[in-house]
């Protein structure tokens, strides 16, 4: 798939062409270069503090997002308008479990809420903002890739960061949390959509969230692995 370019719904099974783009999608994240340097034995508690920076925003911010979703959503999409509604509310405090972490690890430094997001970081939450204003829908795209990734990754990599840090289950919260809960999330959201009734367009906006997103996230990891700061 080509970001800026319709692609062909198969109108037999369009849940089936989306769950392969979302699969798509979480496999290409998996080349992130922090990533790289987790399976190299390269991180340090450090980098670990500026991944923990990093998602603070987005997790801050996310829950906003279907909430905006929702209020936007068409009224015929009942459905979907509640579980955008009761995503954000599940959602909402989430970035507590990233303080926790910041803090049972020793950070001492500025508060992310008085810091600006990365510049990556900010890119992903702009076009969440963007979906849930045009695409409301579509914003289950974006979610759907999301939590396929932490559904696919958290636990292992969670594990693998205890290991090389040292660390107790208790200081990585997030990352097992979501590790825990994503998977249930993929398949409500699978569901979900399958249950609606749904134009070709509204296939066509959800496969390109998930494409997008997912090259947008991974710019998010990229960034913190190549930064100085």
């Excluded at 037999?12 to 080349?31: C, K, L, M, T, Y």
């Excluded at 905006?68 to 405090?93: G, P, Q, T, V």
Aim: net charge negative; charged share 25%.
């Amino acid at each position: 798939m080509i970001a800026g370019s319709m692609r062909h719904i198969n109108q037999n099974s369009p849940i089936s062409d989306f769950r392969g783009v979302v699969i798509e999608a979480i496999d290409h994240f998996a080349g992130n270069q922090l990533f790289q340097k987790l399976d190299s034995k390269k991180f340090d508690l450090g980098l670990y503090h500026k991944y923990l920076k990093m998602i603070f925003h987005q997790t801050f911010n996310g829950p906003s997002t279907f909430a905006l979703a929702a209020a936007n959503c068409n009224s015929k999409y009942d459905k979907i308008r509640d579980y955008l509604i009761h995503h954000a509310d599940e959602e909402k405090s989430h970035w507590e479990w990233v303080q926790e972490d910041l803090e049972s690890t020793g950070y001492k430094a500025a508060d992310p809420r008085n810091e600006f997001p990365p510049i990556a970081c900010q890119s992903y939450l702009a076009f969440n903002y963007f979906l849930a204003m045009k695409f409301p829908i579509a914003r289950l795209g974006a979610a759907a890739t999301l939590e396929g990734i932490g559904a696919k990754y958290g636990k292992k990599s969670a594990t693998e960061l205890m290991s090389q840090l040292k660390l107790r289950p208790n200081q990585l919260k997030f990352i097992f949390g979501h590790g825990d809960t994503d998977v249930g999330h993929v398949e409500d959201i699978y569901k979900l959509l399958e249950s609606s009734k749904l134009e070709p367009d509204d296939w066509a906006q959800l496969q390109n969230a998930a494409y997008v997103s997912s090259r947008l996230y991974r710019a998010m990891y990229d960034e913190v692995a190549s930064s100085t700061q």
